[in-house]
Nanobody, 124 residues
Framework: QLQLDESGGGQVQPGGTLTLSCAVSGFTLRDYSIGWFHQAPGKEREGVSCISSGGGQINYADSVKGRFTISRDTAKNTVYLQMNSLKPVDTGVYYC?????????????????WGQGTQVIVSA
C-alpha cells in the first residue's frame, strides 16, 4: 500500500526557514514523481514544487521560486522541501503526493494518494 508521511512543519516568524520531509513507503521515488502541495486556509490545494521520478526535472510555482528548494534522497525514499524567506502567505497545510509534471506545473496524480499533511504557520 502506498503511504506518504509528511513532517517538519511548525510556526516561524516571517523570514524564517523550515524544511519539510516526505517519507514514502510501498513504492520508490523512481516509480512516481513527487510533489508538494500547499493548502492555505479557506483555499484550494495548489502545487508548490515537484521533482520527476528520474530526478532530472524540477518545477516550482512562481510564488516560491528562489525561496523554496525541493530535493530527494532515494536511499531514504524521502523528498524534502526547504523553505527559506517564509512569508505569512505561505501559511497552511503542506501535503506531498505522487504527481504528474505537466509543463511547468505540478498536478496531483489521478491515483489520488495523499499524506496527512503538515501545518506551517508564518506569523510574527
Amino acid at each position: 500500500q502506498l503511504q506518504l508521511d509528511e513532517s517538519g512543519g511548525g510556526q516561524v516568524q516571517p523570514g524564517g526557514t523550515l524544511t519539510l520531509s516526505c517519507a514514502v513507503s510501498g513504492f520508490t521515488l523512481r516509480d512516481y514523481s513527487i510533489g508538494w502541495f500547499h493548502q492555505a486556509p479557506g483555499k484550494e490545494r495548489e502545487g508548490v514544487s515537484c521533482i520527476s521520478s528520474g530526478g532530472g526535472q524540477i518545477n516550482y510555482a512562481d510564488s516560491v521560486k528562489g525561496r523554496f528548494t525541493i530535493s530527494r534522497d532515494t536511499a531514504k525514499n524521502t523528498v524534502y522541501l526547504q523553505m527559506n524567506s517564509l512569508k505569512p502567505v505561505d501559511t497552511g497545510v503542506y501535503y506531498c503526493a505522487p504527481t504528474v509534471l505537466r509543463g511547468s506545473e505540478c498536478v496531483a496524480h489521478p491515483d489520488g494518494y495523499w499524506g496527512q499533511g503538515t501545518q506551517v504557520i508564518v506569523s510574527a
